[in-house]
């Protein structure tokens, strides 16, 4: 066994089997992505979508693929073909580009709406209040071809575990509160590389691991 190999069998055995792994290769080459792909792994996540787009091209295509970065409304076009989940949606805008764009190719689209749970004040993402009424828009209920899975949310970048754990608590109440009204809410997509355990513990059905799979990035 390669070390990616390795790695991907080590954090499979570490997670529940009803937990989705996306494997976030952004900033690797294809010959990593194939490691995986040999090894099982059908879902992998990218940030940046000419990246995602070139890797798609090049690879089987049995595989998911992920957006997991911020998206640019002007970019929705190039991954409407395939994308089949955009983690981070934060506007109407964006959900009505994703909407005109996968009718195109006669599509659905999966999204999820990023709320921002983090302090930092870099991170993207919706409030509890705006995702509420996001959610009740008559406009985005009115939309066909894009389908609201679930939230995605990121923790502060930090080694103070009890303010990942009250980050994760925080999105996984709201979670449990949206569900009985909203019945596609399916996905909560939390937890990367140095916090997947703990979003685990808060509920996450998604966890998002990168350097843990394939290791350090040089960048990205
Ligand atoms: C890069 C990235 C990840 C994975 O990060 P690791 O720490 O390498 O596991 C997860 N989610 C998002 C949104 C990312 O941009």
Not at 86 to 101: G, N, P, R, T
Request: with cysteine; glycine share 6%.
């Amino acid at each position: 066994m390669n070390d990616i190999e390795q790695n991907l069998h080590e954090i499979k055995t570490s997670i529940p089997e009803e937990v989705t792994l996306v494997a976030v290769s952004k900033t690797k080459p294809v010959s990593d992505l194939m490691n995986a792909y040999e090894a099982g792994q059908r879902i992998f996540g990218e940030n940046k979508i000419q990246e995602m787009t070139e890797k798609w091209e090049t690879m089987p295509k049995d595989i998911s693929w992920h957006m997991i970065g911020h998206v640019q409304t002007n970019k929705v076009k190039y991954m409407a073909p395939f994308v089949d989940l955009i983690h981070a949606v934060d506007s109407y805008k964006l959900l009505k580009e994703i909407d005109k764009q996968a009718k195109k190719y006669n599509r659905t689209i999966n999204c999820l709406l990023q709320i921002k749970i983090a302090e930092e004040e870099s991170k993207f993402g919706l409030s509890e209040q705006d995702a509420i009424t996001l959610l009740n828009t008559e406009e985005v209920k009115n939309l066909t071809n894009v389908n609201i899975q679930g939230l995605m949310g990121m923790a502060t970048f930090t080694n103070n575990e009890q303010q990942i754990h009250n980050e994760f608590k925080k999105i996984s109440s709201f979670f449990e509160e949206l569900k009985p009204k909203h019945s596609q809410l399916e996905v909560l997509s939390i937890g990367m590389s140095g916090d997947y355990k703990i979003a685990i513990n808060y509920g996450s059905t998604m966890v998002r691991i990168g350097s843990s799979i394939f290791g350090a990035r040089n960048y990205g």
